[in-house]
């Protein structure tokens, strides 16, 4: 082109080439969960979006720069997702990854979000119900089961406060000494362990 100096031109290039490779999806995954630790979002919460990014992900897209990642390149890491039979983790993983782009479209580093093309070529997983059991039989069977378990020592006092304290696995094993309010006899959930505005509080058993 007229009046540029190819010496000019080439310096750019090469700037903007080292400019595209520090950018890769797992740079900017990197300062995506940064910010939500910063914001205050739940340990457990990030590391779930720590294990899609490193587990699932950055094997597959980690090294591309985010201006070159096309619905096609992301579409590899979800298919294998799939091929494992993991049809729920692939919709997550693309959930996960559409959040990194508009991060990197934010910060003026991609154009678009390719996820966003990609709404209808996943499997679209089923929930699975199980049903509550309301037979006393039954449910003596589990509580023997639970009584009799010879794993190890915090498997089984996680499965012996189950039954007591009515709370999801993940809230369970996440329990801390610090939550436990032992003269009132009650356990408060910090609101941001709940993914809610208010803490969840969990009265204890006192027999």
Do not use: C
Not at 44 to 68: A, C, F, Y
Not at 70 to 96: C, F, W
Not at 147 to 157: Q, Y
Not at 176 to 184: K, L, P, R, T, V
């Amino acid at each position: 082109m007229e009046g540029n100096d190819p010496g000019e031109i080439k310096k750019q290039e090469k700037l903007n080439k080292r400019i595209s490779s520090s950018n890769t999806f797992s740079a900017i995954a990197a300062e995506y969960i940064k910010k939500k630790e910063i914001e205050g979002v739940a340990r457990v919460t990030l590391d779930k979006l720590k294990w899609i990014i490193d587990q699932k992900l950055s094997p597959h897209i980690g090294r591309t720069p985010v201006s070159e990642i096309t619905s096609a390149k992301l579409l590899v890491p979800l298919r294998q997702i799939e091929i494992d039979g993991l049809h729920e983790t692939a919709n997550r993983a693309k959930r996960v990854a559409g959040q990194v782009m508009r991060y990197a479209v934010g910060l003026g580093l991609a154009d678009r979000d390719p996820s966003q093309d990609l709404k209808d070529a996943l499997v679209t997983a089923k929930a699975t119900h199980r049903a509550a059991i309301t037979d006393p039989k039954e449910l003596r069977k589990i509580l023997i089961s639970i009584d009799g378990f010879n794993g190890t020592p915090e498997v089984s006092a996680a499965l012996r406060l189950t039954p007591i304290l009515f709370q999801r696995p993940g809230e369970i094993r996440h329990m801390e000494w610090s939550e436990i309010n032992w003269e009132e006899a009650y356990w408060e959930i910090p609101a941001d362990k709940m993914k809610m505005r208010f803490a969840h509080v969990v009265p204890l058993d006192t027999f």
